[in-house]
């Protein structure tokens, strides 16, 4: 019986080999896509990242120098409060002065207070002359044009004013972003509408330095404000059969151009005598007075208030004796909110939008399938490497709120309370236009 015979294998054509290879590849290139989309979607999140935190940065320098103004506004305004009271303290010292000077005079009458009323006028003396020191020191050193504290603290606003236009905006929208990537680079658009630039103004106008100088004027403590004025009943009849009466004046007057400030203080003795049918009034001795000018020098006094033309004897001598303290050169312009040039007046708000920038690999292909971001722009065609940049565009916004701990109550936006705060917002569709214009 002949054996039976397996029949022989075919020969293997290697099919299988070839399809895992395909497979392999395929799934290698599938890998390499999906890590190739994942840095750069890594990428584009870190360059918005770092765009949204410059234009946080830029918002916050505004901030921060509308607070500064704040501060300075109401530093400028303490200095002016100073040079009133040191006005106002000369006067009265050199008031003091003369009435104790005076007093002596009577010293024959009583014997007994002579040595009290000579020390008592001596001691007036020296605090007057410390007085009368301690005002030109600081009369110069607060107000004069150029170089005193006032005028030192109004061109440090302008100086910082500069500082958050476009140049130095953008020098710090470019160290933040360099700071989270030295390849980046980013710089704050331009504001075709000036609304950075028309937000606050310093006012030069009358009516505005008017309303600053009201400001100083509530400012005044009682003394200075005055008027200080007291009249007192003295034991001495009059022929009229009423008791006489001493009356103290006094008032400290700002001239209606803020260019001199001028205290006065006087005291005369009043008698009433018949004039006609009537008893009348009048100044029979001046017992004390004193007068102080700052500013453009008169030597004479112009200020009504607080009724000192009562005892015109006595400002005629204090006018006579007039201290002229020199190197005040009037209250100048500040920083204010400009309420004319922005939308609500009540409570204003200045946008900016930074536009950043990475120089890029071969994104361009996975960015055009969708896979950018919201904020995330096209990629920069013109490109001197011949490679995409990434850009990305972020916005945000200067607004005035009073801090979360403080006392509940409504506060309207100002240049002299330092509650000025930045905060993210959406770019808007002038801002991606503009953006738009670096890209393309």
């Known amino acids: 019986m002949a054996a039976h015979r397996r029949p022989a294998r075919a020969p293997q054509s290697g099919q299988s080999l070839l399809i895992a290879l395909g497979l392999l590849l ?56 100073a040079i009133a009271q040191a006005v106002t303290l000369l006067a009265w010292a050199q008031y003091f002065e003369s009435l104790t000077r005076n007093a002596t005079a009577f010293a024959t009458l009583l014997p007994a207070a002579e040595p009290v009323l000579v020390g008592a006028a001596e001691a007036a003396r020296l605090a007057r002359e410390a007085a009368e020191a301690a005002a030109r020191i600081e009369v110069a050193a607060r107000g004069a044009e150029a170089i005193g ?15 958050t236009q476009g140049f130095g905006a953008s020098m710090v929208a470019a160290e933040v972003a360099r700071a989270n990537d030295r390849s980046y680079f980013a710089w704050v658009l331009p504001d075709a509408s000036r609304g950075w630039q028309r937000f606050t103004h310093r006012t030069d106008s009358p009516e505005a330095l008017q309303r600053v100088a009201d400001l100083v004027r509530e400012s005044l403590d009682p003394f200075t404000a005055g008027p200080r004025s007291e009249d007192i009943r003295t034991p001495v009849p009059s022929p009229c059969l009423n008791l006489m009466r001493l009356r103290k004046r006094g008032a400290t007057t700002w001239s209606e151009d803020l260019s001199r400030w001028e205290a006065v203080d006087t005291m005369s003795f009043h008698l009433r005598t018949l004039r006609g049918p009537r008893c009348r009034e009048t100044e029979a001795v001046p017992l004390g007075w004193g007068a102080v000018e700052a500013g453009t020098p008169l030597r004479a006094i112009v200020g009504t208030e607080g009724e000192i033309g009562i005892n015109p004897a006595a400002n005629a001598l204090a006018a006579a004796s007039m201290v002229s303290l020199p190197g005040y050169g009037g209250f100048g312009p500040v920083r204010e909110l400009d309420l004319d040039g922005v939308a609500s007046q009540r409570f204003p708000t200045a946008r900016l939008a930074v536009i950043a920038r990475q120089p890029g690999e071969a994104v361009a292909t996975a960015m055009n399938r969708g896979l950018a971001s919201g904020r995330m722009l096209p990629p920069d065609r013109f490109a001197g490497d011949g490679a995409p940049h990434l850009w990305a565009l972020s916005a945000a916004e200067v607004y005035f709120r009073r801090p979360v701990d403080a006392p509940t109550r409504i506060e309207y936006a100002s240049l002299f309370n330092p509650y000025w705060q930045v905060r993210l917002a959406a770019p808007s569709a002038a801002d991606q236009a503009a953006a738009y214009g670096y890209v393309r």
């Open 149 to 163: 504290y006032g005028a030192i603290l109004r061109e440090s606003q302008e100086i910082l004013q500069l500082s």
């Open 26 to 81: 395929a799934g290698g290139a599938m890998l390499m896509a999906m890590f190739s989309t994942g840095q750069v979607a890594i990428a584009k999140q870190r360059l918005v990242g770092a765009a949204d935190a410059a234009a946080w940065s830029v918002g916050l320098w505004r901030a921060r120098v509308l607070n500064y103004h704040a501060y300075s506004n109401r530093a400028i305004v303490a200095n002016e409060v």
